[in-house]
């Protein structure tokens, strides 16, 4: 709402519609706005946003790094090797899962070369945006992998398995190592 409030606003004052830029930077800083009534109402608009403000983004981001602690506690545990984010973009990828690791492992039946954790539930919306913007980008870069979605997902989602992408609600208990299996 504060976005079409703030374009009507700024259209009346000039005469050629605002640049989706300006809009998004006053967006980002109302203190940009002209009007220093609606710069307060839009602050507070975007303050008070429930599905898509800033507190809300720093909750989501806490929550899901919490989770990639606990995965990768729980991979130092069964004392698996790899490779996080933070190494492979030192080492120059740009797209990377949460976890590489240097052994690949097999979780019922299937190969696994990364895993990437997902602190939400997978709905078919946010997974086929998953499938498209990160997972096959990491299958096609690193070969099978696994998607843990900590919060459960629709079972039916789960229909990319023999291609390579494995779907688990938390950590597998069955990992198979080169070696043996880890229990």
């Given amino acids: 709402m504060a976005r079409i409030i703030l374009e009507r606003f700024l259209q009346e004052r000039e005469e050629t519609p605002p640049s989706k830029s300006v809009i998004n930077s006053m ?14 109402q839009v602050y507070q608009c975007i303050v008070n946003d429930c ?5 809300v983004d720093c909750i989501k981001h806490a929550i899901g790094h919490e989770h990639e602690v606990l995965l990768r506690d729980l991979l130092l545990e069964k004392n698996l090797s790899f490779l996080d984010e933070d190494q492979l973009r030192a080492k120059g990828y740009d797209k990377t899962p949460d976890f590489i690791l240097q052994v690949p492992v097999a979780v019922e039946g299937h190969i696994i ?4 954790s997902k602190a939400s539930f997978g709905d078919e919306c946010s997974h086929h945006a998953y499938l498209h913007d990160q997972f096959w980008s990491y299958w096609n870069r690193f070969g099978p992998g696994l998607v843990i979605y900590w919060y459960g997902f629709i079972q039916e989602l789960d229909c990319n398995r023999e291609r390579g992408i494995l779907l688990k ?8 190592t080169l070696c043996h299996s880890v229990a």
């Fill in 169 to 176: 609600a938390c950590f597998p208990t069955d990992i198979v």
């Fill in 51 to 55: 599905c898509y403000g800033p507190l």
């Fill in 113 to 116: 070369h990364w895993i990437e």
């Fill in 27 to 40: 967006l980002r800083d109302p203190s940009q706005i002209p009007d220093g009534v609606l710069a307060n």
